[in-house]
């Protein structure tokens, strides 16, 4: 007997069944195509597992495009900066040219997120010490965002 939640997994021998979890799965959210194949070769074998991914792909139910608009759109609006969000596209094995399209339309906004993000941890207020804006920065650089961005607060404290 199977039961769920307990890392036990079910072997289903057709595609029809591996289809059906597929879209379970991606009703709930976008996958990569890198991840639902990982997750199908728990399941079956390498080539049944291309099958489906393919099916996917055709109904246009599997899309890296779509996955990597979504992943980018929430990591935005999480605060996160755009290598940290590079690098978890190209943790999914999304393509260059994809990561490029998607992450286009944000180039403009990173100054004036990264200000935003700034201040709602720090506030307004700007640091009387070389420690305070090191923090600051130290602080941006970790969520991911480049020395283009953080520039702006080296130029206010050291001139």
């Known amino acids: 007997m199977t039961r769920r939640g307990l890392g036990v997994r ?9 289809l059906e979890q597929s879209c379970t799965w991606l009703s709930r959210r976008e996958y990569s195509v890198h991840e639902i194949r990982r997750k199908l070769q728990d399941r079956a074998s390498p080539g049944l597992c291309d099958q489906v991914v393919q099916s996917l792909l055709d109904q246009g139910a599997l899309s890296d495009d779509r996955f990597a608009e979504s992943l980018c759109r929430s990591r935005y609006n999480a605060g ?10 190209k943790r999914h ?64 404290f050291y001139g």
């Open 10 to 18: 079910r072997s289903p021998d057709d595609a029809a069944a591996l």
């Open 80 to 89: 996160k900066g755009p290598l940290r969000i590079l690098v978890e596209l």
């Open 93 to 156: 094995h999304i393509a260059v040219q994809t990561i490029e399209r998607v992450m286009e339309p944000y180039e403009s906004l990173w100054r004036e997120r990264v200000e935003e993000i700034r201040t709602r941890k720090f506030g307004s207020g700007i640091p009387a010490d070389p420690g305070g804006w090191m923090k600051q920065i130290r602080f941006l650089k970790q969520r991911g965002f480049r020395d283009s961005e953080t520039e702006q607060y080296r130029r206010l």
